[in-house]
């Protein structure tokens, strides 16, 4: 049980040292009706979207900043995209977060909105129609001219495809930590692990065979049968005895050292990585993409610490089309509140993102 207790301890540790993250001002909760299908009318279905509104920073003109929602109830992002309220107050916009299409309460049909005759609305194509219809009927309620759209990771490339396939609906886009490539097919899919083995190596060489060791010894418990998943079990105070489904056990552990969503202190690879070493000395004492070239008013921000950097747009490809890397940062950290432990270089990006939006803005 030696690999588990090292990996149980840089998991437990990634909940200490958090710093409580400023709170995200009020919002309304509304809905919106759409079709379920934009591109063949013969389907005449409709649902209701919903989408947080908040008008905070607004003085009854300025900008319209949207937040392109991704895979998941959209209370996660409002609550965890701290940068576009700043920036909100910096230009006295209108705040709207739009909830994607069959994640939280936006589901075309209810209880059954997941079977096979329904599920395949769930495309990127259709959201993106979604919020075209939600910008252009917030346009003419709020008598809104300049659209700057958000997003991170998913969110990013809805927020970039979004400029690309409806610059009548958006004026600018910042797409952070947006892998768009690996998407493409341009980048290989098994990437993102590399990168993440990487990380911890730069801060120990130590801990990737000490993760190994963890997971190995996952599967050997795990082979043994009932004892051995019953061993598993008590090592993570599962809720729920454990029966032949370690393949989600060791998803989700993986899933603590990378989500962007989970309370994490500032650098959590070193401080995970750290615990493992801390922990191995006390246990010895114990699809293809359109060519976005053609595209304008989007920036591309990733972190060199992020995995899906490694699909993502780190080089800029116009004048109008910037990419900013960021060293030191991680999966669109330059989206989250301001916080006194960001890097030097999370900051200046913020500056650069919020120089170049005022431009659109102005222009």
Request: charged content about 20%.
């Amino acid at each position: 049980m030696v690999g588990i207790v090292r990996l149980l301890v840089a998991i437990s540790s990634l909940t200490l040292l958090v710093r409580a993250a400023p709170s995200p001002p009020k919002y309304v909760e509304l809905y919106t009706e759409q079709m379920v299908d934009h591109f063949n009318y013969e389907l005449q279905d409709t649902f209701m979207e919903r989408y947080f509104l908040s008008n905070v920073y607004w003085k009854g003109s300025g900008p319209l900043f949207f937040y392109t929602g991704n895979e998941g109830a959209i209370e996660g992002f409002y609550d965890n995209t701290g940068f576009l309220f700043e920036l909100a107050e910096n230009f006295s916009a209108l705040i709207v977060f739009a909830e994607h299409r069959y994640y939280g309460k936006s589901l075309p049909y209810g209880e059954s909105t997941f079977t096979l005759s329904h599920i395949g609305y769930l495309t990127a194509e259709q959201a993106l129609a979604d919020y075209a219809v939600l910008i252009s009927r917030l346009r003419t309620q709020y008598r809104i001219s300049k659209v700057i759209s958000f997003g991170g990771s998913y969110g990013g490339m809805l927020s970039a495809w979004f400029r690309f396939k409806y610059p009548n609906s958006v004026d600018g886009a910042l797409a952070a930590s947006a892998p768009i490539y690996i998407v493409a097919n341009l980048t290989s899919p098994y990437a993102f692990f590399g990168l993440v083995t990487q990380d911890f190596e730069k801060v120990d060489s130590r801990c990737p065979l000490y993760v190994r060791e963890a997971y190995a010894e996952i599967d050997t418990l795990a082979a043994q049968g009932e004892e051995g998943l019953k061993q598993i079990t008590e090592a993570f105070e599962l809720c729920s005895p454990l029966t032949s489904d370690k393949v989600y056990l060791k998803n989700s552990s993986k899933n603590i050292h990378t989500s962007f969503l989970a309370p994490l202190p500032a650098y959590p690879v070193t401080v995970a990585c750290n615990s493992l070493v801390a922990a191995e000395s006390k246990l010895h004492g114990l699809a293809q993409a359109a060519d976005i070239s053609t595209a304008s008013n989007i920036i591309f921000s990733n972190g060199d610490l992020d995995p899906w950097s490694v699909g993502g747009v780190t080089e800029s490809l116009s004048e109008s089309l910037t990419a900013i890397l960021i060293k030191g940062g991680a999966h669109h950290l330059d989206l989250r509140f301001s916080n006194p432990a960001d890097p030097p270089s999370v900051i200046e990006a913020r500056e650069k993102e919020k120089e170049i939006i005022a431009g659109w803005i102005k222009s």
